[in-house]
């Protein structure tokens, strides 16, 4: 019996050790401030307009629409409103940048917020921000708010 307890402290103190450096790793990530998706916009340049609401329905989080469409080179205005009960964000990247920021919050939830490329909404608030797409491709918007995305808050962006 003395084996798998010496197991147990060996797992206990693996975590203990290993925490720390997932929140460091998570903390890097969002600190660098090159996007794949493009560039933050310039407010003062012509910008189309693209509204975006957000909302639980059916017992499922969406987007709608849930699929845009832009060209490369163009600037976009994102006007976001929450029309849900519950804290919502957009959050633009490529489907694996979002997805291992969405496992940094899973393990800290409490992580800063307000880069240049996401919105953070409460509920029946709107937002906005401009953002020039530079790269053609294929990229997503989500929301990583732990089990959001899972629930459907994900969205197809097309740069052409
Ligand atoms: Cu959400």
Redesign the pocket.
Known sequence: MKQPFQAGLAVIAALFVVSPAWADAGHAGHGQQSFSTGEPGNPKKPARVIQVT?G?KDGK?IYVPARIEVKKGEQIRFVLR?N?E????FVLGTTAENLKHAEAMKKDPAMEHGHANEKHLDPKKSGDFFWKFTQAGEFEYA???P???E?G?VGTIVVK
């Open positions: 957000m639980e989080m929450n849900g519950l804290e919502h964000e929301c990583l708010i089990g959001h995305r629930a808050m």
